[in-house]
């Protein structure tokens, strides 16, 4: 006879920040780098150049706000477009024999699903850097010390919200065991079946 199969949902794993933290890291460490240099060397005679372009990228300046921000949102889409391949992801939901309602798989499913990492990513980016520009605008607009840098903010952020999500998916498997012992102890479930 014929099998009638209930439809089955799912989701693709895609997040507003897919890269992390690296794009801060990436961009605070690039941001560094020639500050590094003017500390080390701009003392040196006919090196006072390099001593105004660390200067002019300490934190706080318009300069190192705009290439903070490019930075992070380069890095943002850049390591995101490593890490998630939207051709592949398509690929593998056609071999599957998934598909996206609407959406005919193959190419189309990848530049759709392109279309929304690209969405994604942009939020995440803006949301991360504003995250990252925070303590510098608290500290240089409000006169606000804070002892935490951008990325370092960040990090704590992103860490927090980690610890939330495995709390509350130990609080959900805990509620699915207790549920299960109910069962059992009713003389449904698993041990119906010995």
């Not at 009638?4 to 895609?14: D, E, G």
């Not at 509620?175 to 299960?180: D, K």
């Amino acid at each position: 006879g014929r099998k009638v199969f209930a439809a089955q949902t799912s989701h693709l794993p895609l997040k507003v920040n897919m890269a992390g933290v690296i794009p801060a890291i990436f961009a605070s460490s690039i941001l560094l780098f020639p500050a590094s240099l003017g500390a080390w060397f701009g003392q040196s005679e006919g090196m006072g150049w390099l001593q105004d372009i660390s200067q002019s990228i300490a934190p706080g300046q318009p300069l190192n706000i705009l290439l903070f921000s490019a930075g992070i949102i380069f890095f943002c889409f850049f390591y995101t477009a490593l890490m998630f391949n939207p051709k592949d992801v398509a690929e593998n939901l056609k071999k599957s024999g998934a598909f996206i309602p609407g959406i005919r798989p193959g190419e189309q499913s990848a530049r759709y699903i392109d279309g929304v990492l690209t969405r994604l990513t942009m939020f995440g980016a803006l949301y991360m850097t504003a995250v990252c520009l925070l303590p510098q605008f608290l500290v240089v607009a409000a006169n606000v010390p804070f002892y935490l840098g951008g990325t370092s903010l960040l990090i704590v952020v992103v860490v927090v919200m980690d610890f939330m999500s495995q709390v509350q998916s130990h609080l959900v498997s805990h509620q699915y065991e207790s549920l299960m012992k109910k069962a059992n102890l009713k003389g449904y479930g698993s041990g119906m079946l010995r």
